[in-house]
């Protein structure tokens, strides 16, 4: 079996989610160190309005896409259900035939509480091995149920299921299965800005909290990609027809990243191997430059020292566990802003920029988007400009069509 066709589409996703290097902007290799994680189509923003404001959607105006980036807002939605459709082609800069599909739906249960529900697929393509078509993908559904504790305040609870199935026809590889939970909570309240009564809103989503994933039955097992997402925003009217929303995400991997070599040696492998005598910082120096000590390095990290890492202790772990110590932490958080503009909250212009710090996957874009919307539907598309070199997000094109379910009720009564 060709093992490079097989997982091509595996290798472009990583480079997209884990980043492009920029020679540049490195020092040397040994400083991209990612934060590591399997699933990595979860972390894939779905919709064309989020996607327009930079991927910013923790505390936005709630929308029937929220079950993605706080599923906390959907008690404060206006009308009483809805559904969503939404398309990406993925990595269009690459290849033809990655794309991700969402269909995402709520319902209010009363003025207080709400279920919704999403479900993604994500297929990697068609890949030829041993003259046979192969087709990965990634799959997760997830319902959620969300209520308003207070006129100005949300949470809401949510379980999903995941599955990935990389087709690797052998007796060593099998389809991964994982069960994750979220935890949400959503503010949202008013302040005066001199004559206008503006809407002041912030979220908190802790998603995928759950199980690891294994493709080998249990042998060996990998994190899928637990995350925190803060964020703000803020909406003010202009007039009776123009408002401007203004809005941002800080967004937290907590995943534990993998100790590098040179922090094995220098902080682990006494311990780990305690037959050895102490070594001075000139052994390890030389140890780390020639490499000596990988085998143990990578039974350490097989054993104890990450792939072992139960997913709570990694929760723990992922805020306080980065080689270069808290400068490094901080360059694990991803920085979303955005700005939209509405025109009678029925035509809208997006723009976004999303930063990445390059020693930990160097997406950095600019986003643009725009929408339309009607009783009945809305249209939204949103764009990636890429401000990192070969970037294969950039141009990434997204497309949303939403129903509102009451505009369609209203419409069916009208006709009767």
């Not at 990595?91 to 990655?98: A, K």
Request: hydrophobic share 35%.
């Amino acid at each position: 079996m060709n093992n490079k066709n097989i997982l091509r589409s595996l290798i472009l996703l990583c480079i997209a989610l884990f980043g492009n290097v920029n020679a540049n902007a490195q020092d040397s290799w040994s400083q991209l160190n990612p934060v590591n994680y399997a699933v990595t189509s979860l972390a894939i923003a779905p919709d064309a309005r989020a996607a327009g404001l930079g991927d910013v959607g923790a505390a936005t105006d709630p929308d029937v896409n929220s079950q993605y980036w706080n599923p906390a807002k959907y008690p404060f939605c206006i009308s009483r259900a809805g559904v969503a459709l939404n398309y990406t082609p993925w990595l269009r800069q690459l290849v033809s035939d990655i794309d991700l599909a969402n269909i995402t739906g709520y319902y209010r249960l009363g003025n207080y509480d709400a279920l919704s529900a999403s479900l993604r697929y994500f297929s990697l393509g068609e890949v030829l091995a041993d003259d046979m078509t192969i087709r990965p993908y990634e799959l997760s559904a997830d319902i959620a149920y969300s209520r308003m504790l207070s006129e100005t305040f949300s949470a809401a609870v949510g379980l999903r299921f995941i599955y990935s199935d990389m087709q690797m026809k052998d007796d060593s590889t099998y389809p991964g299965k994982a069960f994750a939970a979220d935890i949400a909570l959503y503010h949202n309240g008013y302040i005066n800005l001199g004559n206008h009564e503006s809407q002041l809103g912030w979220g908190l989503n802790l998603s995928n909290i759950g199980s690891k994933i294994s493709y080998d039955q249990g042998n060996t097992s990998e994190f899928i990609p637990a995350n925190m997402r803060f964020g703000m925003s803020l909406m003010v009217p202009l007039d009776d027809y123009n408002t401007l929303s203004i809005c941002a995400d800080a967004n937290k991997l907590m995943v534990p990243t993998m100790p590098t070599y040179k922090q094995f040696v220098n902080d682990y492998l006494e311990t780990y191997e305690p037959t050895l005598a102490p070594m001075s910082q000139e052994d390890k120096d030389r140890a780390i430059s020639t490499g000596s000590y990988s085998s143990d390095y990578n039974t350490w990290l097989n054993d104890e020292g990450y792939y072992n890492v139960s997913p709570i202790t990694g929760i723990f772990k992922s805020f306080s566990d980065a080689p270069n110590g808290f400068k490094e932490e901080l360059q694990e958080i991803q920085w979303s802003v955005g700005a939209e503009y509405s025109y009678n909250n029925q035509f809208f212009v997006r723009a976004g920029y999303h930063y990445e710090h390059p020693n930990k996957g160097n997406r950095q874009y600019f986003t643009v988007g725009a929408g339309f919307k009607m009783s009945i539907f809305s249209i939204d598309a949103g764009y990636v400009i890429s401000t990192a070199q070969s970037n294969p997000l950039d141009q990434t094109l997204r497309f949303s069509l939403a129903f509102d379910m009451d505009g369609i009720k209203d419409l069916i009564g009208k006709r009767r």
